[in-house]
């Protein structure tokens, strides 16, 4: 049976680098797709791997079922297309980057689904953002509260990794999980 990895956490604990790794370093047999996002952002914002569509294809395609997924966030709309419920079918596990407070929604939706909670200390997570500078100080305090409340998150198939070390650590963490195969650490 295919499993569908949801993969959350607070901006700035690397889960677009992890899932990054995974990507580059899985074996060609491995039986994992990533699913990408339908984001209403400019193609060139950098960042993760994603669609980048106008808000009325956007609605258009969220009026017509095309998505498995979607929430807002930020003043953006996100979108996980159809094609993961294809993916599943075929046997294929599925990881997608999910967003903290569609969690529920996506349980209901999937049942089955392995939400994956990466964290990283507080120390670390304030240095990476003040590093990256795209907050102010007191944004980067409301991030850190906000890391803060996933502390408290309770799931019956959380997974969590930390992603305090060396990327290589995690990411074989998680490709482990998304393979379900042991891989010695680089």
Known sequence: MAD???IIG???VGKDSLLDYARAHIAKDDPIVFAHRYITRPA???G???VSISEKEFQHREEHGCFAMHWDSHGLR???GLEINQWLAKGLNVAMNGSRAYLQQACWN???LKPILIR???STLRRRLEDRGRENPEEIQQRLERARALNDLK???LIIINNDDDLSVAGNKLITILTGKMRACA
Do not use: K, R, T, W
Request: no cysteine; net charge negative; hydrophobic share 30%.
């Open 44 to 46: 060139d914002a950098g």
């Open 4 to 6: 569908l990895f949801y």
């Open 78 to 80: 996100y979108g996980i």
């Open 120 to 122: 990283v200390e507080p």
């Open 155 to 157: 799931h019956p198939n």
């Open 10 to 12: 607070a901006s700035g």
């Open 110 to 112: 999937y049942p089955e």
């Open 48 to 50: 993760e791997h994603f």
